[in-house]
């Protein structure tokens, strides 16, 4: 599974991306394939987002969460950012290229090729908000379950 997460941060007043890059840049390692492609916002440059993308298994998660939360904790954001860090958490479920130019054929759901099973990306989602229960906001109203389809 390509696990992603996509956080959204702002600069404290007078601080520059580099003064972000320098804090939030992991001096460690995941030992996974992780590709972090970092934004900023064109309508807030102070707005830092950064979407995560991990290829892992739910039994490895665990441990790439460790790393990442040590990493956190060893090189503080404090000084560079604001308190507010909005976070989302998922797991990738389809790859389309749209780059082609005229009709584009509807075709399922891909993940590096490989036709998506949506039993395993329920299985996949329920694992990770487990793992990511202590970063997640509370469920919208109702059971907050959701119907994978």
């Known amino acids: 599974m390509i696990a992603v997460a996509i956080l959204r941060r702002r600069l404290r007043e007078g601080k520059t991306y580099e003064d972000f890059r320098r804090a939030w840049?992991?001096?460690?390692?995941?030992g996974a394939s992780n590709r972090m492609l970092t934004l900023l916002n064109v309508a807030d440059p102070r707005e830092v987002?950064?979407?995560a993308?991990?290829?892992?298994?739910?039994?490895?998660?665990?441990?790439?969460?460790?790393?990442?939360?040590t990493e956190?904790?060893?090189?503080?954001?404090?000084?560079?950012?604001?308190?507010?860090?909005?976070?989302t958490f998922g797991v990738l479920v389809s790859e389309d290229d749209f780059s082609a130019a005229g009709?584009?054929?509807?075709?399922?759901?891909?993940?590096?090729?490989e036709e998506t099973d949506m039993t395993e990306?329920?299985?996949?989602?329920?694992?990770?908000?487990?793992?990511?229960?202590?970063?997640?906001?509370?469920p919208p109203s109702g059971d907050g379950k959701g119907e994978v389809a």
């Open 53 to 69: 993308l991990t290829e892992t298994t739910t039994e490895e998660a665990a441990g790439l969460i460790e790393i990442d939360a």
């Open 25 to 30: 840049y992991h001096g460690t390692g995941f």
């Open 103 to 113: 009709p584009i054929p509807y075709r399922p759901a891909t993940v590096a090729g």
């Open 72 to 87: 956190r904790g060893d090189n503080p954001l404090d000084d560079v950012i604001e308190p507010t860090v909005d976070r």
């Open 121 to 138: 990306i329920a299985m996949a989602l329920q694992a990770a908000a487990g793992l990511l229960a202590d970063y997640l906001p509370p």
């Open 49 to 51: 987002i950064v979407v």
